[in-house]
């Protein structure tokens, strides 16, 4: 099936390799670089090559004899770049290799790099440079097949200023100083596994590591060291549970890098080294209580990593089975009580997502269209966690998980290191649970993977409450209280509530209070007696400082502009500059807030928002 986000044809010619050679120039603010890419022809006769770019300049094309190939930059489609045409040799046959040489330069505005100021990082004595290129974000680094049905391993030279270090979403095989260039440095790496454009990834800082298990390292900058080291110690635990329930990790080192704080997204599930952003980052006292974001991206090792979703309309593939997965693992670890507990805090999180769209949106289906659409534009909670009820609502029909765990696992190896969809999958399940027909007769898939809106089934029903049912007692008597009552509350409400449910009893009253906010009186009170404003949990200070936005509470505006201002992780910054932007009284604020800073958010960031303040 067509990409019908890619203009690279497949079926005509598939790479195979990519030997890529980066100079890293943090003085222009581009990559200056060589992409040796191998291809097999899959077609008799085939006469060009076509290619996903985004604002590369392109110096030459060469075939491997070094002799150069006539090439053309197509038009430019607003979402998905200019295609690269290469015209090939005449007579090739079915089968046959072809070996490509394209040296060309990135822009200082690629959509997949995020260049920070040494006064933008912790240390504040080196630049510092990292990529993000889920979804379609690597034609802006390298011309490529950039469509996740195409996977390939990969190899590379870095060369950047030699008092930082590189690192890539591979195995690193050495280094060494440039013979050119002194105050240069040279790193080697080898990704042997196949995997998509996507999870190419590059960082270059001053970065230093300390090991947090046998086949684990945090990486940051020093100033971060330690507490990103108490905070993931747990990692390795994580990566033992998830191959119990899978098979053997097959990507070698499980590293941890945690990035500055623009970094768009809680983690990235970039081989060998998992990208997360520090807004995990609690410290001692906090009992770690963010860090099952490890847990999610530890699962993408086997779903979207190992097993990828051919293309982004069946991303549900991808997220829906990584939370599943994650969830087992919390399971495990934690009891199945933490577990319902997290599908009832997914279930809100769905409910929101689903209002971030018009309703009936199309972008609410679990297989979406994304003809002429950028994947960014589609992209929310939905795939994550109505993907994840449809899975747990099979597992239910179809026998628990002492049935289902073991067809996770077949369907995983049996489809390892290829591509999937939605169809693929269906007959897959269909033909394993071959004796249950009756049973999956009664699945409504139509409703499930192509309507919008909430799955067809209240999932949130079949939860237990035990640890959801304090929170929504507390959120009730908040929701009901009197001015007059106001004194009745203290600290004693929370004193046996974990971290999870603080967010939980916050995340209740975010629910129900989206057409009439809590009074500012009421606030006032809570914050007086659970002291949520200093909190040093991201996912508590978020929802608290929703709650204070809806109410129009300009005291906490300042709190807020802070919040979304010191970190860009999108999950956190979007729903506020929405909420502000929503009343007259901060859509000014919103305004001028983004346009101050824009230049500190990831590209993929500023462009989300831009449209979302009606400024793209």
Request: charged share 25%.
């Amino acid at each position: 099936m067509a990409d019908p986000c890619s203009f690279s044809d497949p079926s005509q010619c598939t790479c195979t390799h990519i030997s890529w050679f980066v100079n890293v120039l943090f003085e222009k603010q581009i990559l200056d670089c060589r992409a040796e890419l191998d291809f097999e022809v899959k077609e008799n006769g085939v006469k060009t090559l076509v290619l996903d770019t985004r604002d590369l300049t392109i110096d030459c094309v060469t075939n491997e004899a070094g002799e150069a190939l006539k090439h053309s930059l197509g038009e430019e489609h607003k979402a998905f770049g200019k295609p690269l045409n290469i015209e090939l040799p005449h007579g090739l046959k079915n089968g046959s290799m072809l070996h490509i040489k394209i040296s060309y330069q990135t822009s200082n505005t690629a959509s997949a790099a995020q260049w920070l100021t040494p006064e933008q990082t912790a240390g504040k004595n080196h630049p510092y440079f990292f990529t993000q290129c889920q979804a379609i974000h690597a034609r802006s680094l390298i011309p490529c097949q950039d469509t996740p049905s195409v996977k390939t391993p990969y190899q590379a030279e870095v060369t950047v200023p030699k008092d930082l270090v590189a690192l890539m979403s591979a195995v690193g095989t050495g280094s060494s100083f440039d013979t050119k260039n002194p105050k240069k440095k040279i790193y080697m790496f080898t990704q042997k596994v196949v995997i998509p454009s996507y999870l190419i990834a590059l960082v270059v800082g001053a970065l230093v590591s300390q090991e947090v298990g046998p086949r684990s390292r945090v990486w940051t900058e020093k100033e971060m060291l330690e507490i990103s080291a108490w905070e993931f110690a747990e990692v390795e635990s994580q990566l033992a549970v998830a191959e119990e329930l899978t098979f053997s990790y097959v990507w070698g080192t499980y590293d941890l890098l945690i990035l500055p704080p623009s970094f768009p997204y809680g983690g990235m599930e970039n081989p060998c080294l998992t990208f997360v952003t520090p807004t995990l980052l609690v410290g001692e006292g906090g009992g770690r209580p963010l860090t099952d974001v490890v847990a999610h991206e530890i699962s993408h090792s086997w779903t979207g990593n190992l097993i990828t979703n051919r293309t982004w309309e069946h991303f549900w593939l991808n997220e829906g089975f990584t939370v599943f997965l994650e969830r087992k693992i919390l399971g495990r670890r934690k009891g199945a009580k933490m577990v319902d507990f997290a599908y009832i805090g997914g279930w809100k999180t769905l409910k929101d997502a689903i209002k971030q769209f018009p309703d009936g949106s199309p972008k609410t289906q679990l297989v979406v269209d994304l003809k002429d659409t950028d994947p960014d534009d589609v992209f929310s909670s939905v795939p994550y966690e109505k993907g994840s009820c449809f899975l747990t609502y099979l597992e239910r029909i179809l026998g628990g998980p002492d049935v289902f765990e073991p067809f996770l696992k077949s369907y995983l190896k049996k489809f390892q290191y290829e591509t999937v969809t939605t169809k693929e999958w269906r007959h897959y399940l269909e033909e394993y649970f071959h004796d249950k027909k009756d049973v999956l007769k009664q699945v409504d898939w139509n409703t499930w993977l192509h309507k919008p809106g909430l799955p067809p089934v209240k999932m949130i029903e079949w939860y237990d409450t035990t640890l959801t049912k304090p929170c929504t007692i507390l959120c009730g008597k908040w929701l009901e209280a009197t001015e007059a009552e106001l004194g009745s509350f203290s600290r004693d409400d929370i004193k046996d509530f974990s971290p999870a449910q603080v967010v939980e009893f916050l995340a209740q009253l975010v629910d129900q209070t989206n057409s009439k906010p809590l009074a500012i009186s009421h606030l006032k009170r809570m914050d007086e007696v659970y002291d949520l404003t200093p909190s040093r949990n991201s996912e508590i200070k978020f929802r608290w400082l929703r709650l204070s936005v809806r109410a129009a509470w300009q005291e906490r505006y300042p709190q807020t502009v802070t919040f979304i201002t010191i970190q860009g992780r999108m999950k956190y910054i979007r729903p506020l500059y929405k909420e502000l932007y929503a009343r007259e009284e901060s859509k000014e604020l919103a305004v001028k807030t983004f346009e101050d800073h824009r230049a500190f958010y990831h590209p993929i960031a500023a462009a989300m928002i831009a449209k979302d303040l009606n400024l793209a």
